[in-house]
């Protein structure tokens, strides 16, 4: 079965997610790196943290990469977004730039698994209202 511009589309939104997550996320916090825990800490988390959420990350992200398991990945992975966004908001980091990037990951994150599987198309459809 041939892909359609629309699902090539979907997958290379899902890979630059998926390149960013890994490296701008789960890679400094799996391999402790100094700006993971200073990061966590100007959000309040208490050292030692950033090591486990890099895992439920790449757990995510696991899941999120994987068609059949696809949609579990994206609902958990809003789960953390969620939290991410909340941890800013709590921390008073600018609104733009701080506050809703999680919102932007997940807009890129929820894009590009509904341009590439035709079941979730399906059931969120995309009308012209006339």
């Known amino acids: 079965m041939?892909?359609?511009?629309?699902?090539?589309?979907?997958?290379?939104?899902?890979?630059?997610?998926?390149?960013f997550i890994l490296g701008a996320s789960v890679f400094p916090k799996l391999s402790g790196m100094p700006?993971?825990?200073?990061?966590?800490?100007?959000?309040?988390?208490p050292h030692g943290y950033a090591f486990a959420i890099g895992l439920i990350e790449l757990g995510c992200l696991i899941l999120y990469l994987i068609p059949r398991t696809s949609?579990?990945?994206?609902?958990?992975?809003?789960?953390?977004?969620?939290?991410?966004?909340?941890?800013?908001?709590?921390?008073?980091?600018?609104?733009?730039?701080?506050?809703?990037?999680?919102?932007?990951?997940?807009?890129?994150?929820?894009?590009?698994?509904?341009?590439r599987d035709a079941s979730l198309r399906a059931l969120f459809p995309f009308r012209r209202v006339a």
């Open 71 to 115: 949609v579990l990945g994206a609902g958990l992975f809003m789960g953390l977004l969620g939290g991410a966004m909340a941890a800013q908001i709590r921390a008073g980091a600018p609104l733009f730039s701080h506050q809703l990037f999680s919102l932007y990951l997940g807009l890129v994150m929820w894009g590009g698994l509904w341009l």
């Open 2 to 19: 041939k892909a359609t511009p629309m699902v090539w589309t979907g997958r290379v939104l899902t890979g630059l997610f998926a390149l």
């Open 35 to 45: 700006v993971a825990e200073e990061t966590m800490a100007q959000l309040g988390w």
